[in-house]
C-alpha cells in the first residue's frame, strides 16, 4: 500500500518549504522530499554561502578604499579560513530543517522522486501518494553544447573550493559570474567573464553601466560579445576559446566556472508520466492537462 498524503512536496528549498508548512498548518497530510541535504540552494549552494564571501569581499574592498583616509595595513583574504566560516552558517542547515518539518507534523523523504502516475510519486522505490503535489525541484547549470564542457565547474564547486587558484574564468555574464569574480578578485585571484550577451541584461542597465566600470577597474577583464566554443585542458588549467564578431580569443585558467545560465530542474521527474507539459521539452506544454490544477499561493487556501 502506498503511503498517502494530501500534499506531496518535492523539494525542500524556499520554493517548496512555504506551501508545505501552510498547508500543514491548514491541518493537511503533508510530506517533502528531498534528494540532496534538506534546505535547498539558497541556503545551501547559494544566496546564504555566497553572502559570506561577499561579506568578507565587500569588508577588502572598503579597507582598500579606505587607505590614507584613517584606515592603513593590511586585509588579506584567506580563503581556506573564509570557507570554514561558510560552513558554519550551511552545515547545521539540513539537520535542522528536517527537525523543524517534523516538529510540525511534516513527513520527510530523502531520495529522487519520480512521477509513476498523476497520482503517485516513486522516491527511490518508495511509492507515495497524494491529492496535490508541489513540484519546486529549482534548477541546475543548463547544457553549453561546446565541446570540453564537462571541464566546467559549477557554482555549487566554486562554493566547496578549498583554495583558488591564481586565474579563474567565468563563462556567462550573468549575476553569478559577477559575484563571483568580485568575490575571487577581492581574494587575490585574476578573473575573466566570457559573456556572449549584454552583461546583467535583466538588471537596471544605468546601474549595470556603472558596475561594469567599476568591475574593470579592479583588473577583472571582461571579454562581452564572446561566444565560448571550445574548452580544452592544457597541463594543470583550460584554455578557453570564444569566437567575438569572427575573431577567435582565448582565456587561460587554473579554473573554468559555469555562470552561463541555468534551466528547470525537472527533468528526472517524468512529468509525462503525471500527464504534464514537459518545461524540459519532452512533451508539449498545455498538452494534457493534470487531474487538477491549482496555483500554489491558492493552495490550502492560503
Ligand atoms: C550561486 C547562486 C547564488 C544565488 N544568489 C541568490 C541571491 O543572492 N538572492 C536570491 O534571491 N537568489 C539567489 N539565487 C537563486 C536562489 O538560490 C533560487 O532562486 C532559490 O534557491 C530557488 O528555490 P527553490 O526552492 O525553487 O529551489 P531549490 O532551492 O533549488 O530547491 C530545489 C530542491 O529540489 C530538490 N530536487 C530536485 N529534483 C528532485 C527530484 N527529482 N527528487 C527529489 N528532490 C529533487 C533539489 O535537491 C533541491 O534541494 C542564487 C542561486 C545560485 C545558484
Not at 547549470?141 to 564537462?150: D, K, Q
Not at 519532452?282 to 487531474?291: D, F, H, I, N, S
Amino acid at each position: 500500500m502506498a503511503e498517502t498524503f494530501d500534499l506531496i512536496v518535492i523539494g525542500t528549498g524556499s520554493g517548496g518549504s512555504a506551501p508545505a508548512y501552510r498547508c500543514r498548518a491548514a491541518g493537511w497530510r503533508v510530506a517533502v522530499v528531498d534528494e540532496l541535504p534538506y534546505g535547498g540552494t539558497c541556503a545551501l549552494r547559494g544566496c546564504d554561502p555566497k553572502k559570506v564571501l561577499v561579506g568578507a569581499a565587500d569588508l577588502a574592498d572598503w579597507h582598500r578604499r579606505m587607505q590614507g583616509r584613517g584606515v592603513s595595513g593590511d586585509a588579506h583574504i584567506s580563503w581556506p579560513e573564509l570557507m570554514q566560516f561558510k560552513r558554519t552558517f550551511t552545515d547545521p542547515v539540513p539537520v535542522d530543517r528536517e527537525k523543524a518539518f517534523q516538529k510540525a507534523g511534516i513527513a520527510t523523504y530523502h531520495g529522487p522522486a519520480r512521477f509513476v502516475s498523476p497520482e503517485r510519486l516513486s522516491v527511490d522505490g518508495q511509492v507515495l501518494e497524494a491529492r496535490h503535489f508541489v513540484i519546486a525541484a529549482g534548477a541546475k547549470p543548463r547544457r553549453l553544447g561546446v565541446p570540453g564542457e564537462e571541464h566546467l565547474i559549477t557554482s555549487t564547486a566554486f562554493l566547496e573550493l578549498d583554495q583558488l587558484p591564481p586565474r579563474i574564468a567565468f563563462v556567462g555574464a550573468g549575476y553569478i559570474s559577477f559575484e563571483f569574480a568580485h568575490v575571487a578578485r577581492r581574494a587575490g585571484a585574476q578573473a575573466s567573464i566570457v559573456g556572449r550577451r549584454r552583461p546583467l541584461q535583466h538588471f537596471e542597465q544605468d546601474l549595470v553601466t556603472r558596475l561594469v566600470d567599476y568591475t574593470q577597474s579592479l583588473g577583472i577583464e571582461l571579454r562581452l560579445d564572446a561566444d565560448v566554443t571550445t574548452i580544452e585542458q592544457r597541463g594543470a588549467g583550460y584554455r578557453l576559446r570564444a569566437n567575438t564578431q569572427g575573431r577567435t580569443e582565448t582565456v587561460d585558467a587554473g579554473l573554468v566556472v559555469h555562470g552561463g545560465g541555468r534551466v528547470p530542474n525537472t527533468e528526472a521527474l517524468d512529468l509525462g508520466a503525471a500527464n504534464i507539459g514537459n518545461p524540459a521539452g519532452r512533451g508539449r506544454a498545455g498538452e494534457r492537462v493534470p487531474p487538477e490544477r491549482v496555483e500554489p499561493a491558492r493552495l490550502c487556501g492560503g
